[in-house]
Antibody
Framework: QVQLQESGPGLVKPSQTLSLTCTVSGGSISSGSFYWSWIRQPAGKGLEWIGHFYTSGSTNYNPSLKSRVTISVDTSKSQFSLKLSSVTAADTAVYYC??????????????????WGQGTLVAVSS | EIVLTQSPGTLSLSPGERVTLSCRASQSVSSSYLAWYQQKPGQAPRLLIYGASSRATDIPDRFSGSGSGTDFTLTISGLEPEDFAVYYCQQYGSSPCTFGQGTKLEIK
């Protein structure tokens, strides 16, 4: 079965760029049936979708973060990555990567998340 | 973006009880594109329901989802000790997809 694992620094200084990688095993990251997403969760709070990429090469980001987010993919390593620039303390959160199903109605669109990685805590602090 | 409001914020219940959790959307969720997740402390969310009423793989049939438009519910018919957790709804009918703030089920 597909498994996802986040990796990256647990501490980032304010104004710097947060960089995380998600490694996918047990399945192809090139499958046309899925998007590959990043989601975050500040301590004690709810979930926020950050963005995703699709195997066509297209990406889509949450408008609230769009100016600071880049998601890229390395299919040869079965990895996709998140970069979030100009971080502040408000970006401190557990960051999850997840496979996002696609639904094919009138058009293809991203849907629910399953499975998720275990999450990695990133703190923004000097 | 669509705002999802979950109620109540916290529920104190006993094992064996039946519970219904509510998720209300600020505007209609197209095609009942709504999912439910369970999250336990220190763990990632786990998918329970998608398409408002379809159970995910290996999810016990005591979990059921219903609803359409702006009002959705998750029902657990007979709480097991392992069901005490936080539950989130998520809509994917409109971009960006959004999550509710969660309902915490705690043991009474």
């Amino acid at each position: 079965q597909v498994q996802l694992q986040e990796s990256g620094p647990g501490l980032v200084k304010p104004s710097q760029t947060l960089s995380l990688t998600c490694t996918v095993s047990g399945g192809s990251i090139s499958s046309g049936s899925f998007y590959w997403s990043w989601i975050r969760q500040p301590a004690g709070k709810g979930l926020e979708w950050i963005g995703h990429f699709y195997t066509s090469g297209s990406t889509n980001y949450n408008p609230s973060l769009k100016s600071r987010v880049t998601i890229s993919v390395d299919t040869s390593k079965s990895q996709f990555s998140l970069k979030l620039s100009s971080v502040t303390a408000a970006d401190t959160a557990v960051y999850y990567c997840a496979r996002q199903y696609a639904v094919f109605g009138a058009r293809k669109s991203p849907a629910w998340f399953d499975p998720w990685g275990q999450g990695t805590l990133v703190a923004v602090s000097s | 973006e669509i705002v999802l409001t979950q109620s109540p914020g916290t529920l104190s219940l006993s094992p064996g009880e039946r519970v219904t959790l509510s998720c209300r959307a600020s505007q209609s969720v197209s095609s009942s594109y709504l999912a439910w997740y369970q999250q336990k402390p220190g763990q990632a969310p786990r998918l329970l329901i998608y398409g408002a009423s379809s159970r995910a793989t290996d999810i016990p049939d005591r979990f059921s989802g219903s609803g359409s438009g702006t009002d959705f519910t998750l029902t657990i018919s007979g709480l097991e000790p392992e069901d005490f957790a936080v539950y989130y709804c998520q809509q994917y009918g409109s971009s960006p997809c959004t999550f509710g703030q969660g309902t915490k089920l705690e043991i009474k």
